[in-house]
T-cell receptor, first 113, second 109 residues
Framework: DTGVSQNPRHKITKRGQNVTFRCDPI?????LYWYRQTLGQGPEFLTY????????KSRLLSDRFSAERPKGSFSTLEIQRTEQGDSAMYLC???????????FGEGSRLTVL | DQQVKQNSPSLSVQEGRISILNCDYT??????FLWYKKYPAEGPTFLIS?????DKNEDGRFTVFLNKSAKHLSLHIVPSQPGDSAVYFC????????FGGGTRLMVKP
């Protein structure tokens, strides 16, 4: 399977714990995006990378959130000191340079108890 | 401030008829528009797109119309099939994709 891969698919954690999600984009896709989706809403932009450079971050990305793409391939999204309001589906997407037709992974669902 | 809005949360259509999903946007800097389809427990899947220099793009049963003066786009699916039942998101871009809230389409056999 050469699509966007996200792990874990589902994470249940207690409030205050740290969680990390991983995204493996489609090979040779330069751009990688993180979005968050809550029930009944559309995906909300969090951040994006072009190769290893983080070029834009949403104001939704508080200082408890950090994203990296160290070698321009896979990316991680870490949430520190999780809160119940962080419960959502975290979506990763990638695209090559050109029209922004993002290819999404299946998402990582976070449940904070 | 929602820059992309889908005002109909749901739409029900009989199989074989036309489905029309609507989307409005406020940012005149948006220059590329897309429609995504989402099934439960899956990520959104790209469906069709249109550049702001066009007013129509067609791909099989799917046609997207863009009315820049009204800042409005629509997705037409004809004929609708039960397998089209999903949540549809419109999205618009300058730098990154901004999504609407989605419309749940139900196609009844």
């Amino acid at each position: 399977d050469t699509g966007v891969s996200q792990n874990p698919r589902h994470k249940i954690t207690k409030r205050g714990q740290n969680v990390t999600f991983r995204c493996d984009p489609i090979s040779e896709h330069n751009r990688l995006y993180w979005y968050r989706q809550t029930l009944g809403q559309g995906p909300e932009f969090l951040t994006y990378f072009q190769n290893e450079a983080q070029l834009e971050k949403s104001r939704l990305l508080s200082d408890r959130f950090s994203a990296e793409r160290p070698k321009g391939s896979f990316s991680t999204l870490e949430i520190q000191r999780t809160e119940q309001g962080d419960s959502a589906m975290y979506l990763c997407a990638s695209t090559p340079i050109g029209p922004p037709e993002l290819f999404f992974g299946e998402g990582s669902r976070l449940t904070v108890l | 401030d929602q820059q992309v809005k889908q005002n109909s949360p749901s739409l029900s259509v009989q199989e074989g008829r036309i489905s029309i999903l609507n989307c409005d946007y406020t940012n005149s800097m948006f220059d590329y528009f897309l429609w995504y389809k989402k099934y439960p427990a899956e990520g959104p899947t790209f469906l069709i797109s249109i550049s702001s220099i066009k007013d129509k793009n067609e791909d099989g049963r799917f046609t997207v119309f863009l009315n820049k003066s009204a800042k409005h786009l629509s997705l037409h699916i004809v004929p609708s099939q039960p397998g089209d039942s999903a949540v549809y998101f419109c999205a618009a871009t300058g730098n990154m994709l901004t999504f609407g809230g989605g419309t749940r389409l139900m196609v009844k056999p």
